[in-house]
């Protein structure tokens, strides 16, 4: 059995940043995913995407399994425990370099050129952006698809973000898409100007990827809070005058 998980691993960026590259690091030492059982938390998107994701990677297990946290589980056989190969917040370059190569390597989402611009936001859940509605009419203006990757099936995203060459989107597990993006694409993230290490993970995602990034910064919308990542989240204001001065400097 291998386990590559921790108490985060439970949504689209710790699957991408923590559990892929541990399974990588796995693989590049030698590690035979065919001879082993995975084991993942029982999350939605752990049943509903990453078991999918990692077939379309040609990464091929020999079992999955799901655990409930609330279970007690006793291993009698060989298990295999991989740490986690960077510090929370930041990631490995050279094994999402890798993640990446397989990600390109399903020639059949990338015809080459990319042109779509696309914002993600958030809806009906906590770190949102509050006048989501005005900066959604200003972007679509511009030109912009505007989605929640809720909405989408994660082909339909992966399909979406092979053709996009400038995202925008608030901090928060959708961003993780900008993994299909070809290289060289431009990122935008709305977050707050909170120093907190751990909220530049898509900061050094992006350059990690080979993409461009810049951060837009918002004003907190929750009183006595201004952190923009983890269980506690902020919403967001975006000043539209601010960030259609933004557009203009960018020439966007």
């Not at 975006?238 to 259609?244: D, G, N, W, Y």
Request: aromatic residues 14%.
């Amino acid at each position: 059995m291998l386990m590559v998980t921790d108490e985060w691993s439970n949504g689209p960026y710790h699957f991408w940043i923590d559990v892929l590259s541990r399974i990588m690091a796995w693989i590049e030492s030698g590690g035979s995913p065919e001879h082993y059982t995975l084991a993942l938390p029982n999350t939605d998107y752990m049943r509903e995407c990453a078991t999918h994701i990692l077939e379309k990677l040609s990464i091929r297990f020999g079992e999955v399994t799901f655990m409930h946290s609330e279970d007690i589980y006793l291993c009698t056989g060989k298990i295999t425990f991989i740490s986690l190969p960077h510090t929370m917040g930041s990631n490995n370059t050279f094994l999402i370099k890798k993640i990446q190569d397989r990600v390109f390597s399903d020639t059949s989402f990338y015809a080459g050129n990319p042109k779509l611009k696309v914002y993600y936001f958030r809806k009906n859940r906590r770190r949102v952006v509050i006048n989501d509605d005005e900066v959604k009419i200003f972007l679509l203006d511009k030109g912009f698809i505007c989605t929640d990757f809720d909405d989408l099936s994660y082909l339909e995203a992966w399909r979406l973000m092979a053709n996009t060459k400038l995202f925008i989107g608030i901090h928060g597990g959708g961003m993780t898409n900008i993994f299909f993006m070809p290289q060289g694409g431009t990122i935008v993230e709305f977050k707050t100007d909170n120093p907190n290490p751990e909220s530049h993970c898509y900061w050094h995602l992006a350059h990690s990827l080979g993409h461009n990034y810049c951060q837009f910064i918002g004003e907190s919308a929750t009183p006595g809070n201004n952190t923009i990542e983890g269980s506690r989240g902020c919403d967001i204001r975006i000043e539209m005058a601010t960030l259609k001065r933004w557009f203009e400097q960018h020439g966007i």
